[in-house]
């Protein structure tokens, strides 16, 4: 009982020096009112002496009607650290892009200092707000203090996941697509699929406005939409040309750098073969003033990234090439919803849709999920010969001479 | 759904449009192109003609009620009360009025807030809760986040870099960070194969599920001490964990052998070449807390390396693809060895399938 | 070892000096440089000046001893009798006199051997046995080669191509001519699972190897009419023909089903880009003899997209990872379908796994 | 009977036209003395009407004391084409480089017309001369024949294939090493590792004297031993300049085609950071005349390549990235001993040394070879974190603080 109770914290103070923010600062800062930061802030200075962590695997713990949104958290050692014997995390959807105004986080602020640790993170990983730590008999009230702030709970479980994206057409020039109201479409059309777990694993969205993609969309989410275009890149002539003048070395870093060699800069105007430029923004980003995305803009559709744990991690693959995005996104959604079905069918337990997909081989995932193959779907066509035809000639079908 | 009267339930979101400053409102989707004033300042010009002004601010994500409120604070002062958080985790105020911007970034750094992350620079690490919260973690997330950047941290506030460097950490191969397409990425390992508790095991685990979730096939069933119970064969476990998410009786936490690892050259962006996976550089380094020095060294060597060496615009892994492996571990100085060597399912395809060699 | 007395073993082959030129001796290792004189001759300059001129000619493979005399003849009327033949199966001689070539090419042509496939060109084709001699075959091996260099011989002999191509066949998936990596590979494919002969299997055949040499698991022991044997799923079948190999009571040739393949874009050489294997871009063409117009037709397509559209050097695969797979299957005409996409071992790799995409 | 009976050959006769020569005019050119050959002629006829062959899994034959060298093949219609009855292949071993002196080739064309069908092929895919089809008891008359000559056979079965080369030194400004000595010297050093078959797969030799792998090396050889330089790329300034002025465009035919682009031209001299180049050859295939392979010449030795059954087809993966290569050639010859050790004693039956090193692991590959693994055999160090780590400290190892 020494440790919980000394307060001493010798080796997480060391984290409080250095130029970074420090997080056990921020712990501090409200330890002193908030017992269950107190108690975090002993069990952690143990910890790092230890070098092991002191959380119990989590049991199911919830509030009412929903399935997910709360990771059930025990410290294994409750008789020392009774103030985080329970220690459950929320997670809060969090607006799409991130907006907020001063406001909204105080209310978020009053509600977690009043029912847990008044400790967040702003952001976890996934995009919800995350309100770390409080007990079971906390759950229920935090919720109705959240659903009267005109917050709800995010996913955890067997379901949709919190989607997220990145500011689109909030603040970029470049969000092909308005990634904030797909985001949140997307998230209250599948409010049902995002509280109540039924799939077999996670399924997260991601909506990344142009192929920049600053939500990792293609590494981390089951369904990545990232915005492009279809028609030629908008060149601004006398941009490039001030560009020019004012000394960048365009032929070597604009055009040396263009993945297929398709732009080409006489020395004095900039040439583009549309047809073999594959979207991949350098020279846009490189040169905002002057070039930007086509006018004919819409995403493309990726499937299946994750994590590596069981069969490696996957990046996202490509299912629809081009498509427009425009409410009420009928088309992605229905395209979804055969997805989920045949998954909820033939995928195994914790089997994310990418390993189904790999597992039952692209092909004949196409045609469960009624889509054509073409060849925008895959890197390059089959190496090996081992060709499953399906159908063979039978000798009555035809005369033998 | 069977539900308690009153109670409010998939409500969703607040919508994002009543969070988002007029400008934005006025302006969306028609913003012409942006600048980076300085560093962590960026300017998006609409085509009307109107000005947002960002001013990011690296965060330790890990925040507390008290500095949420110093942050609405700070946007009740600069800017109309409206601001965001980054994908990366880093707060960025909103501004209309360009005057605000040096005396808000004077009072962000005087509160410890570094301003920086925009453009070619080393931004905020994407991380995970480690010993904080999850009962998985081979290490802790934030204070290794702390130290790293703590060191890196001119990089982010402007000192000058070829491009964007992205790192992540994840404290155990769930890799909840996405550390796994990151230009640098930290994760934390086990390197001791589960402990069973034999006891308990029956009682909380179904044997046929546990069996099944190893990769390997290293899990048997056994008789231990008359109850049915499992065993390891040590040699096949690559301690992947993936039994212990499935059945708590096989935790691999272990004081001795936890630590880190360390991976380079992914990325996700499609700009210039294609996402792709981080590598193996650092197959172990023991944890070390508070300060994790080794791993700090370990992060800054790479960074420096590529800092001198990489031509603009190079990615980490863009940069290894120009001058080859084999020189990326001259470089920096890592010794190669045979943890290094893929052995698991498309390991073949690792293997160097050309003559096209550098030989000096 | 225990041997007859007199008879003389384990000699190895002739020592390759006693059938080189005299130039070649005197010149061994101390070459200099060469050049194309024109299209099938070359010369090679040694240090010491020494010229010597090779004169290349097309061959079938399949010689008779009638034509290795007519060939010995040649090479003593122009060459002190001396020739050798390429990786590629053609027949080169080695002259020294300048003056000898035309005549030499002259009479070459006239008994029916073009001269030609040095440099960018089309060379002769790398084959096997077919119908000729192998029991494995899906399709002949000779004819094909016939019918598809008499179509293309005119970029054998001269007619202006990009780069090299090289084209490979082999008549079933052993792929005894290094298919695998051509810019144009035609491979005979089975198309129907082994019929068994059951009342043969097990006198001729290990039950369990059988079982075992199959890749898919689809071979499972059965007793049909009182006889052990095996029997196969079909629909796990993709007709390898490993378990035919293995067992020849277990035969895939069909005249209905068996029929030709054809895989573009591999490549060899460390030149540029490094070797690659070949993919798929048709599936299936039935077997036509005697001239096989189908296969015939689909090279040549194939052939003339990349002599259109292709940058000098660029070979197939090259040329097919600048414009991309889609316009590839756009410009040649071929139809794309589920067959195309890999769904073996490594086929999670082969997807598009970024948003680099043509779309117009 | 009528098919071998009535002659004709009227698909068969279709492939008597056209520009290229004909295998079929080759047959007919011994079919009229040579009752083998015109059996064959007959029956290939039928598979070509039939679409279908007509051989029969091959039987073990051979000549004594040898376990290879000899295809058994026998057709499945002995009765009605009984000169074809057996119709075996013998393999023999070519010389180095595919030499030939007339004599030499009438020597062979006399004793095939001798003792079997008067066809062969020149050459097999290995390399081998063929001589294609002859009965059984013409197998011991034929070695004796070819032996008196000079000849003997090559491989088949699970033994050391022939090994075969690119003209090299002979010829090739380029070869890095002499080809043709090395491939002599092993064919003669494993003589009887090559007729005695007793490895678990076959194995075989391919040697290129430069990265142009002009015998295929990369994709058809267990070994493949490719030439190759260390030192700097040898530039003769006056006969680049000499092309530049032929109208050669270096920038773009050069420079933009180098992999590493560590070429440049100024416009005048061409400037190489070699360093950085990976030895592609483009850059000296393209101008011979200016530029060759540095004088620190030796090779790169490649294990594993095959065709796809079972596991798919592999090229060659690098072993030792550089290493001279004079006789006696100890050092390949031990490293190809250790590999044979480890494979005899390791290999499963029908797995290729390629298919071994997969199975197993490089890492655990190279600890049984004896070599330390350096990051010139990967493409990349590896993307999955399934590692397995071999020890793990205890804690008596170390006092707990
Ligand atoms: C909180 C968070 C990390 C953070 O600090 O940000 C997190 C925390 C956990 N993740 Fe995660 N994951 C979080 C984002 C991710 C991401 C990133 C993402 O969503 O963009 C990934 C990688 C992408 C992916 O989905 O594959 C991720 C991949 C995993 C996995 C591996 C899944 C897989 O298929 O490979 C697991 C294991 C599992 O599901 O059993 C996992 C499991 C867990 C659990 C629930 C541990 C467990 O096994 O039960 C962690 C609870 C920690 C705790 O005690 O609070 N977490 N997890 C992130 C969610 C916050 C949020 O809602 O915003
Ligand atoms: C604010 C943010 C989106 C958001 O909704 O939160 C964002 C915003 C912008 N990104 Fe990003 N990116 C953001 C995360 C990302 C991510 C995701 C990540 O880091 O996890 C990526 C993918 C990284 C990767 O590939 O691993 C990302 C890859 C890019 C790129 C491509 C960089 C490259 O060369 O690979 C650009 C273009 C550029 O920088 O030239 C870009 C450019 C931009 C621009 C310039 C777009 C614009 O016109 O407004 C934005 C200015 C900020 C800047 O320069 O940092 N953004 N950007 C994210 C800021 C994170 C942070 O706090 O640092
Ligand atoms: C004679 C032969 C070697 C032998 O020992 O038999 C040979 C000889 C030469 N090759 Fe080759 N190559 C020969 C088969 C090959 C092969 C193997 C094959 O085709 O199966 C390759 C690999 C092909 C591949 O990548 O799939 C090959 C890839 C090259 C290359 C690289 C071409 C490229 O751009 O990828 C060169 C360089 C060049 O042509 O610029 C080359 C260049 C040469 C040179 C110019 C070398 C020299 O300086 O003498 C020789 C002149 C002949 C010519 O231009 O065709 N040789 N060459 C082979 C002739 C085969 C034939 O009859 O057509
Ligand atoms: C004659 C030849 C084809 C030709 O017309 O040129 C040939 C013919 C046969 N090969 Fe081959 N292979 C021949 C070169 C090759 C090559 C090419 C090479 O060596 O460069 C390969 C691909 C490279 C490789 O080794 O993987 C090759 C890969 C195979 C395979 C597949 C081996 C594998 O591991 O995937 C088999 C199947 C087997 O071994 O059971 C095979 C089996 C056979 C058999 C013995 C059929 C069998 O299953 O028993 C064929 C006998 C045909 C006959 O009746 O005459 N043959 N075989 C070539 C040998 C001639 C020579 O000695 O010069
Ligand atoms: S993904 Fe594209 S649209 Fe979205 S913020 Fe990044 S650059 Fe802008
Ligand atoms: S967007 Fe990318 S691919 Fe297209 S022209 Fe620009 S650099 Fe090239
Ligand atoms: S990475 Fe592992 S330890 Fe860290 S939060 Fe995710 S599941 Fe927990
Ligand atoms: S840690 Fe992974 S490899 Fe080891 S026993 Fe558990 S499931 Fe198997
Ligand atoms: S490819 Fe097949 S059919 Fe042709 S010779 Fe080789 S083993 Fe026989
Ligand atoms: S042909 Fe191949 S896949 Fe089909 S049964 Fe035989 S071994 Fe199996
Ligand atoms: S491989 Fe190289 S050395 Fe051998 S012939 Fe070809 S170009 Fe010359
Ligand atoms: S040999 Fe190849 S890599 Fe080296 S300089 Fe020449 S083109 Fe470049």
């Known amino acids: 009982m020494a440790d919980s109770g000394n307060g001493k914290t010798p080796l997480l103070d060391e984290l409080e020096k250095g130029p970074w923010p420090s997080f056990v600062t921020q712990i501090k800062s409200v330890a002193e009112k908030n017992p269950r930061a107190r108690a975090l802030l002993q069990l952690l200075e143990r910890s790092y002496r230890e070098k092991i962590g002191h959380w119990k695997h989590g049991g199911i713990v919830g509030v009412f009607g929903y399935g997910g949104g709360v990771i059930g958290r025990y410290s294994d050692l409750p008789e020392e650290y009774p103030d985080v014997a329970h220690f459950h995390t929320l997670r809060v959807n969090q607006p799409s892009g991130w907006f907020y105004t001063s406001d909204s986080l105080r209310t978020l602020a009053d509600l977690w200092e009043e029912h847990g640790s008044g400790l967040t993170n702003m952001h976890g990983s996934t995009g919800d707000i995350i309100l ?99 028609d030629d890149i908008q060149v601004d002539k006398a941009a490039v040309k001030a560009y020019a003048d004012d000394g960048m070395n365009i032929e070597r870093d604009v055009c040396g750098n263009c993945p297929t060699k398709c732009i080409q800069w006489a020395g004095k105007e900039i040439d583009i073969d549309n047809e073999n430029c594959v979207k991949c923004m350098h020279c846009i980003n490189v040169m905002p003033k002057a070039l930007s995305p086509g006018k004919d803009r819409g995403a493309t559709i990726l499937l299946g990234s994750k994590a590596p744990i069981l069969e490696g991690a996957i990046i996202s693959s490509v299912l629809i090439p081009f498509i427009k995005i425009e409410p009420p996104y009928t088309e992605i959604k229905e395209l979804t919803e055969k997805i989920w079905d045949f998954w909820g069918e033939h995928g195994k337990n914790r089997e994310r849709v990418g390993e189904l997909m790999q597992r039952v081989g692209l092909g004949n995932f196409l045609e469960e999920i009624e889509l054509e193959p073409i060849p925008e779907m895959i890197a390059h066509p089959r190496e090996n010969p081992y060709i499953f035809f399906e159908e063979y000639f039978e000798e009555d079908e035809e005369e033998g001479e | 759904m069977a539900e308690a009267k009153e109670r409010k339930t998939d409500i969703g979101p607040p919508h994002y449009e009543k969070l988002m400053p007029p400008i934005i409102k006025k302006n969306y989707g028609k913003w012409k192109y942006h600048e980076r004033l300085k560093p962590g300042v960026l300017v998006h010009v609409a085509e009307s003609g109107d000005k947002l002004f960002t001013v990011r601010a690296g965060s330790p994500r890990l925040v507390s009620v008290e500095y949420l409120r110093k942050y609405a604070e700070l946007a009740d002062k600069y800017c109309d009360g409206y601001l965001r958080f980054t994908s990366r985790n880093n707060v960025e105020f909103l501004l209309t009025d360009e005057s605000k911007i040096d005396p808000l970034i004077k009072e962000l750094k005087s509160e410890g807030f570094p301003v920086g992350g925009v453009g070619a620079a080393i931004s905020n690490i994407v991380h995970t809760q480690g010993w904080v919260h999850c009962h998985s ?168 390396v590529w800092v001198k060496h990489a031509r603009k615009y190079e990615r980490m892994g863009e940069f290894i693809d120009r001058i080859g492996w084999p020189r990326f571990f001259k470089l920096t100085g890592i010794e190669f060895s045979k943890e290094h060597i893929d052995d698991y399912k498309y390991a073949g395809l690792t293997y160097k399938r050309s003559a096209q060699l550098r030989h000096s």
Chains 1, 4 share one sequence.
């Open chain 1, 132 to 230: 770390l730590g409080t007990s079971t008999d906390e759950l229920e009230p935090t919720f109705e203090a959240l659903t009267n702030a005109g917050f709800d709970l995010g996913g955890s479980g067997s379901c949709v996941r919190t989607p997220s994206c990145c500011i689109g057409q909030a603040r970029c020039e470049w969000a092909c697509y308005d990634t904030l109201a797909l985001t949140h479409d997307l998230t209250m059309a599948f409010q049902d699929e995002l509280h109540r777990p039924f799939f077999p694993y996670k399924f997260k969205f991601k909506c990344a406005g142009c192929p920049n993609d600053c939500v990792a969309s293609i590494a981390r989410a089951d369904m990545s939409i990232i915005g492009t275009w279809r």
């Open chain 2, 137 to 304: 973690a081979a290490t802790d997330a934030s204070g290794i986040v702390k130290s790293v950047m703590d060191d890196l941290h001119e990089y982010f506030a402007g000192k000058e870099v070829p491009g964007k460097l992205r790192i992540a950490l994840a404290c155990c191969l769930n890799m909840c960070g996405a550390v796994h397409c990151s230009d640098i990425a930290i994760l934390g390992i086990h390197r001791r194969p589960p402990r069973i508790d034999h006891s308990n095991l029956n009682k909380v685990c179904e044997i046929p599920n546990v069996i099944a979730s190893c990769p390997t096939g290293a899990i048997r069933p056994a008789t231990v001490d008359g109850q049915s119970s499992v065993e390891v064969e040590e040699d096949r476990c690559m301690f992947c964990a993936n039994c212990y998410t499935v059945c708590p009786s096989m935790p691999l936490n272990d004081p001795l052998n936890d630590g880190l690892s360390i991976w380079v050259g992914g990325k996700v962006s499609n700009a210039r070449s294609e996402p792709r996976f981080s590598k193996l550089a650092i197959p172990y380094i023991p944890n070390n807390p508070p300060r994790w020095p080794e791993v700090v060294e370990a992060v800054r060597n790479i960074v420096e």
